[in-house]
């Protein structure tokens, strides 16, 4: 059974950082794209940040460039997310991903109604 479990999440106040973590398990590729999704409450679903696990290219979404960076662990079935100069507009709840096959994560990032899994979410809180 194939599993994204996310990991990570809290609370901050504004201008701290918050590490997630989102571990897959139950399937054996090693090549494909992961990445995060965010949910605020009355807001769509925006993805924030995708990386191939291959090739680890690495896309943002324009509002969290220079502030989060995407990562992967050496068996390529972990990826992080390091969220630095967080403020409240960033609080949501929090989404990992999975889509293979996959060429780029903006496949990923764009058309996320045809990724293959989704972790449970990890609620992110930032006050001011």
Known sequence: RVQLAESGGGSVQTGGSLRLSCAASGYSYRTNCM????????????????IHTGTTVARYADSVKG??????????TTVYLQMN????????????????????????????????????????????
């Not at 949910?39 to 993805?47: C, H, N, V």
């Not at 502030?67 to 390529?76: L, Y």
């Open 35 to 50: 990445g995060w999704f965010r949910q605020a409450p009355g807001k769509e679903r925006e993805g924030v940040a995708g």
């Open 85 to 128: 100069s967080l403020t409240p507009e960033d609080t949501a709840v929090y989404y990992c991903a999975a889509r293979l096959p996959c060429l780029d994560p903006n496949q990923l990032l764009s058309a996320p109604e045809e990724n293959s899994f989704w972790g449970q979410g990890t609620q992110v809180t930032v006050s001011s």
């Open 67 to 76: 502030r989060f960076t995407i990562s992967q662990d050496n068996s390529k």
